[in-house]
């Protein structure tokens, strides 16, 4: 099926490891975007890449990177996490500016103990 | 800066009922409008998405309405079911070419059998 697709689902994590969490998408969109979604806090946006070659930061971008590989993938890695980074996060893409609304992914749990 | 508000943060109502859910937004200068539904431990799909040039959208039971001088816009889901019970977020997408979408913080809802 069409769509945004992110790997891990979840994963656990101890302080001071890295991880890099995958996005992929297979609708031609431009534009991409890593959000986190926290009890309380509602989605806040980490980075995004309004098109291929670009990435910039959003509200949250401490304590993370990304790599835009290619126009189908868009990657967010922690190089040592921290537990207040324990969360959720969503990919999520739209094709040109967001004229025709986004989609997201699954979302990826995970927990840094 | 954008503030997106969603009241009431949570309802519960019997089956069968019609209800509105409402998103207010601080800055009238928006490219478009998306409510999107997100299940316990799921991703967000999207329901409506409404242009800033649009009125109002409607998809089966739902109708989502959009004023954005005074900035508001409702949602309104006719006939309840239990199978809606979720959280409904409401995401401004500003007037700037970055594609960057603002949430609220969601309106939960429980459609009691």
């Known amino acids: 099926n069409a769509g945004v697709t992110q790997t891990p689902k979840f994963q656990v994590l101890k302080t001071g490891q890295s991880m890099t969490l995958q996005c992929a998408q297979d609708m031609n969109h431009n534009s991409m975007y890593w959000y986190r979604q926290d009890p309380g806090m509602g989605l806040r946006l980490i980075y995004y890449?309004?098109?291929?070659?670009?990435?910039d930061k959003g509200e949250v971008p401490n304590g993370y990177n990304v790599s835009r590989l290619n126009k189908r993938e868009f990657s967010l890695r922690l190089e040592s996490a921290a537990p207040s980074q324990t969360s959720v996060y969503f990919c999520?893409?739209?094709?040109?500016?967001?004229?025709?609304?986004?989609?997201f992914g699954s979302g990826t749990r995970l927990t840094v103990v | 800066k954008q503030e997106v508000t969603q009241i009431p943060a949570a309802l519960s109502v019997p089956e069968g009922e019609n209800l509105v859910l409402n998103c207010s937004f601080t800055d009238s200068a928006i490219y478009n409008l998306q409510w999107f539904r997100q299940d316990p431990g799921k991703g967000l799909t999207s329901l409506l998405l409404?242009?800033?040039?649009?009125r109002e959208q409607t998809s089966g039971r739902l109708n989502a309405s959009l004023d954005k001088s005074s900035g508001r816009s409702t949602l309104y889901i006719a006939a309840s079911q239990p199978g809606d019970s979720a959280t409904y977020l409401c995401?401004?997408?500003?007037?700037?070419?970055?594609?960057?979408?603002?949430f609220g913080q969601g309106t939960t809802l429980q459609v009691k059998p």
């Open positions: 409404i242009q800033s040039s649009q």
């Open positions: 890449s309004a098109s291929e070659g670009t990435t």
């Open positions: 999520a893409s739209t094709r040109e500016n967001g004229a025709s609304g986004y989609t």
């Open positions: 995401a401004v997408h500003g007037s700037g070419n970055t594609g960057k979408l603002i």
